[in-house]
């Protein structure tokens, strides 16, 4: 194959980086040509995939619903981590706060992340009108921050854990994969914080191409990555700071983990980017 | 394999999700197979949020809650490869710990020592289990024949017992007031020999980190060699010192002979230049000092500086008498390391004089003509000693009688 495969990826972390190095370099020791560029944000990735000047995005969830659609459909998902499957938000509290079910909230101060965060805004909200009889008995206290970044700098969730445990709101939404991460790393003091709701799962990041793209590029990147040995100390590396233990095929049952998304960023007016 | 979906249960009493959870699953599971089955009993009813959301992150299968009397079992199983290739030793207690006296040799780390160290065996040795992905260290020197001599282990013990200390073992204050042409001549033979111990402890000190501890009885061995050596060079430092003398001059000749020494990158052929044929020389030049020192206290600091080479020329015989033993062919190029040598310091082609007179002085009791010829002659006999000496253990590690009066006699008139 001769053409480059251009691949776009967000820099959310100077981490990203060595992570694209070393899949290019993947690419390349085995003949095939595979190069990347770096966006500071999602929205111009979307337009540069859309507009057929990247052949692949790496894409979190907000901006798979955009790519498919803004182009009425016209887009594939080819691959996503293990882990962007059956994801789930989590609402966290302090221990002793009595808030033990999204019905507690009521009349109380309930801290979303940024607002182009699928896991830490937008779906929570979506979650909450479920719950409630009427949102508007839960004030709602917005933490934004890295926008166009779409929560994977996870700064936003940080900053909602610190206001818990400074008491300057009274619960909040986050990522299942941010508060496994806060656990571990202690972040806060033991039995502190404790989860109170866990939402359904739904899908996470996912590689997307136009349908248009040459179907033997989306066969051999796809083939590829998922040939990709987990054992190998290089591609273990990569895979720890990506965040999965493997790669796995988008199919029909997983496209499903964005039905839900894609409806709340209907109702939400999200579709286009509106910040 | 053999424990497939084996139930492992861990008992986490009212420990809610926390670092110490976390941490005690994430040890289960490194030590744990594919496939096998973890169950966490809890008096916690609702961790289940963060179990799975742990296994997910993990790459691990979360199978459900089960409440138990009082108590709830969580499954999860694990999907990721085995972290270890093998488990762990329990069970064992070494030899000697009855009697309060365990040897490094009576260690039992493997079954067998193999000729070739693990790749993955980092800074580790024998015995213990490396995770995957570990870095490789590639140790230039992994193999057991490059590094190995039998009797490492008895010499280690026996360098530990036979320790002494430069400071408090000899009696300093005793060393009498000598005729000044006598003391300046053990002044010039004390500076040639501190140039000598750092060779000796520098040469180990460039290979230590190149052997792989695997062998790490070799290491160790090395590092109390080492330790000789630095009290050797402060032994006849103080000894410089101690009388109203000082360090004298340092030869081109002695240099020259130790940087072709230093230069070399070959451990088994550094070895065999350092222990067998420096070594060894140094015994016979040590028992000679020895003998015709004027006073105990410095009769005694040779004497005991020489039982310490005398190990150190053990270790070398044995490595490279064994490392003969395995490929003949070594003999070869020995042979061309002693002659390239050679022809190194040919270039100079002379003798350490200032060292050969302070010998012949030292031995002849003055620089009286006459004594100093008696002494010239006694310092003639060294040389031949040496030679004698040399070839014994040239063909005792191997070689036969013709090449190693060959060796023997290229070596270098510097003794080390």
Known sequence: ?275 | MNNQNHCISIFTGHLKPSQALFLKLENVFLVSNTYEIIEIISLNPNIETELRGWAKIKGHLYLGREVLKQQYSYKIQKITKNSFSSSASWNKKMKGIETSNPKLKDLNLSEEILDKAPIDNGLLTRGIVTQEGSPHYNFELSHKELIWSDPVSILYEEGKNLQWNATTDIAWNEIPNLNPILEKAICQIMTYLVENEFSALYIPGKFISKINPYYMEVPLFLSSLMNDEARHIEVFTKRANANGGGFQYSSEVTQRSLYSLFKEEDYIKSSFLLHVMGEGTFVDLLSFLEKYMPDEATKKLIKLAKRDEMRHVAYGMEHVRSAIEQNPYRINSLKNTAFKRKEFMDELNTESTMLLESLAILAGGSDEPDDYKRGFELVEELKKTMNKNRIKRLIDIGMDEDLANDISKAHTPNFM
């Open chain 1, 1 to 275: 194959m001769q053409k480059t495969i251009m691949l776009g990826a967000v820099a959310y972390d100077p981490k990203v980086l060595p992570i694209w190095d070393i899949i290019r370099d993947y690419f390349n020791d085995r003949g095939v040509r595979l190069d990347y560029v770096m966006f500071s944000n999602y929205e111009a990735q979307v337009e540069y995939l859309l507009s057929g000047k990247i052949d692949i995005a790496w894409n979190t969830n907000v901006a798979w619903v955009r790519c498919h659609e803004q182009s009425n459909g016209k887009v594939k998902a080819l691959l996503m981590r293990d882990t962007d499957i059956d994801f789930k938000s989590v609402f966290i509290t302090k221990s002793n706060s009595n808030i033990k079910s999204i019905k507690d909230l009521k009349g109380k101060k309930f801290a979303l992340g940024s607002a182009d965060s699928a896991q830490a805004a937008i779906l929570p909200y979506k979650f909450l009108e479920k719950e409630l009889e009427n949102i508007n008995d839960v004030k709602i206290v917005r933490f934004n921050s890295d926008l166009g970044k779409h929560g994977d700098t996870g700064k936003s969730e940080f900053d909602i854990l610190e206001a818990i445990l400074n008491d300057k709101v009274d619960a909040g939404a986050i990522g299942i994969s941010t508060w496994v991460r806060m656990i571990e790393q202690g972040m806060f003091p033991s039995d502190e914080i404790e989860s109170f709701y866990t939402s359904e799962g739904y899908c996470h990041c996912n590689f997307t191409v136009l349908d248009s793209l040459d179907n033997n590029i989306q066969k051999v990147f796809t083939e590829m990555m998922l040939a990709q040995d987990p054992n190998e100390p290089i591609i273990k590396k990569m895979m720890q700071m990506e965040g999965l233990n493997k790669w796995v095929k988008t199919t029909h049952k997983e496209l499903k983990g964005y039905e839900l998304l894609t409806q709340t960023m209907k109702e939400q007016n999200l579709i286009n980017n509106n910040w």
